[in-house]
Structures are given as C-alpha cells and as structure tokens.
C-alpha cells in the first residue's frame, strides 16, 4: 500500500506519517508541501491506494488540486484533512470530489478510525455536516423522499449511513436486522442510481436530503 500525505506544516506531516505506519505496516508514504510538488509525485506515482490532502497551502489550494486530479481522470481517493470545521466548506469538498474530510481538531484515534472507514468504501463525514441535516425542513425532505421513491424507514438508514455507521450499527440504532438495512441499502442504490455507500451519501447531498 502507499499513500501521499500533502500538507505545508512539516510538523502535521510528520504526525500523520507516524499514524499510518501505526495503522499498517509496511505502508509506503510519500509527502508533500504544496499541490504542485504532489501532482509531481502523482506523475511517477498513479497508484496511490489514498491521499491525505491539506486544503490551505501556498500556491494551489486543496480544492485546485482536486480539480486537477478530475483533469487527469486519475481515480485516487482523497481524504480532507482541514482545521475548517464549516458545513459549507466540507460540503464544497465532497462536491469537488473528495471522498472524505477529517478535522486537524480530531485525535490520532478519531484519524484513524476515519481513515479506515474510507479505505473500506465508505465515505466519512464529520458531525458538523451530518449533523446539519436538522437544519433543513422536514417537509421539503419528505416531498423529495416521496418524489424519488424513497420510504420512511429507507431514508432512516440513510441518515445513520451519513454518520458513517457501519451496516450493524444502523441495525442497532434502529432496531432492525442487519438483513433489513442491506435491503433498505439496495433501495437507497435503486433510487439513488448509485453503487456504494460513498457515492450514495454524496448523491443524497446533492439532492438536498441531506444538507451540506
């Protein structure tokens, strides 16, 4: 496995350096300082399984470098890792393309547990987005849920989903079978025209039935 980690604070490099070889031995890490020195590495490196990408650094910022990834049609996932905790900011990201966005404000162990929901196919969340779904009127998300064909229930599944819960846990949380969740989950792909639960989540935040 390798992974690239760009950041333009030695200090916060050397720290996530340190928790990825914690997380898996033999990893190889390559690091960065600015976007255009990570594009470099990308051009000898293309198959990087994970970047770790700050979003304020000289010269091109995170989102900069999103978009030239796009460009490129190179498939690696991205995971945001930003002292900027604004609903707004990390909506932008996941609209950019990234498949993930951790707080520098979170602990090692809270990184890496986000790390490793994106590496299993998931796409994590921090609560200052999925927590924002309150904010918007329950009415309007029942009239969409109704339009797209998504029911009660099936929509409950994909709140937890948000919350990056893994399929047990939503069982757990709303009493049901594991079974029922991976059947409220076909509904949710069905309706969502979607493949995985990462693209899911970015599509229901698209149609506004859960709020950035």
Not at 38 to 46: D, G, K, N, T
Request: proline share 4%.
């Amino acid at each position: 496995m390798k992974a690239l980690v760009i950041d333009d604070h030695p200090v916060f490099i050397t720290a996530l350096e340190t928790l990825l070889k914690g997380m898996r031995r033999g990893i190889g890490i390559d690091t960065a300082t600015s976007a255009e020195e990570a594009l470099r590495h990308i051009e000898y490196h293309p198959d990087y399984q994970f970047i770790l990408l700050d979003l304020s650094m000289p010269g091109l910022d995170g989102f900069a470098f999103l978009r030239a990834l796009e460009q490129r049609k190179l498939p690696i996932p991205v995971i945001i890792v930003s002292s900027s905790e604004e609903p707004e900011t990390i909506h932008a990201c996941i609209n950019a393309g990234a498949v993930g966005y951790i707080p520098k404000s979170y602990d090692l162990d809270q990184m890496a547990k986000a790390i490793e929901r994106v590496h299993d196919g998931e796409i994590y969340l921090p609560q200052a987005l999925t927590q924002s779904t309150t904010q918007t009127d329950e009415a309007v998300i029942k009239q969409r849920c109704e339009q797209i064909g998504i029911p009660d229930k099936t929509y409950q599944v994909l709140v937890w989903l948000a919350k990056s819960k893994t399929n047990k846990e939503i069982a757990d949380e709303l009493n049901i079978s594991v079974h029922t969740v991976k059947a409220h989950l076909a509904k949710l792909f069905e309706r969502l025209q979607t493949s995985n639960r990462m693209d899911t989540v970015m599509e229901a935040i698209r149609l506004g039935l859960i709020e950035g």
